[in-house]
């Protein structure tokens, strides 16, 4: 699920046109952005918060540090991702992964029957972990949801 995290924010660099220049390749020379498309960009990136562009850094130096290989696995798995049918990309992009609907519906039953102050605190407790972490926790947070639901 990392990876897909990773691929969620590559496929952003791609549709603001800079990831070409991130790779220009060992005998071809990177392109000129058109000034037109230049502006564009620089447009958008002028509208993202401090943190928003220290994360696109961030993956920039990963690229910038991959091998051709690496590169390479990376691409292929972008257009697998692109084949993905929408509703299984905007899974992927809300964090839901592969997780089966009646997991998702009863996390929607679980935070709406819970407090604001329990509700913050799951939210902050996601933000501290990998994707991979959050989907776990979404799961036991919602297997013990259901086990109090069948309870009752």
């Not at 549709?15 to 020379?29: E, F, I, N, V």
């Not at 620089?42 to 991959?66: G, T, Y």
């Amino acid at each position: 699920m990392k990876t897909f995290l990773h691929l969620i924010l590559l496929t952003s660099l791609l549709s603001l046109g800079r990831l070409g220049a991130a790779d220009p390749g060992p005998a071809t020379p990177t392109p000129a952005i058109p000034a037109g498309k230049e502006l564009a960009a620089l447009d958008q990136f002028l509208s993202l918060s401090n943190e928003d562009l220290d994360q696109m850094q961030r993956v920039i130096a990963r690229i910038r540090a991959m091998s051709s290989e690496e590169k390479a696995a990376l691409r292929r798995e972008m257009d697998q991702f692109r084949r993905l049918p929408d509703a299984q990309r905007r899974q992927l992009r809300q964090g839901w992964g592969g997780m089966e609907e009646g997991i998702q519906d009863a996390w929607r039953r679980m935070m709406q029957s819970a407090s604001a102050e329990r509700r913050d605190e799951i939210q902050a407790n996601l933000q501290t972990l990998t994707q991979e972490k959050k989907m776990a926790y979404r799961r036991q947070l919602v297997e013990e949801f259901l086990q109090q639901e069948a309870k009752k």
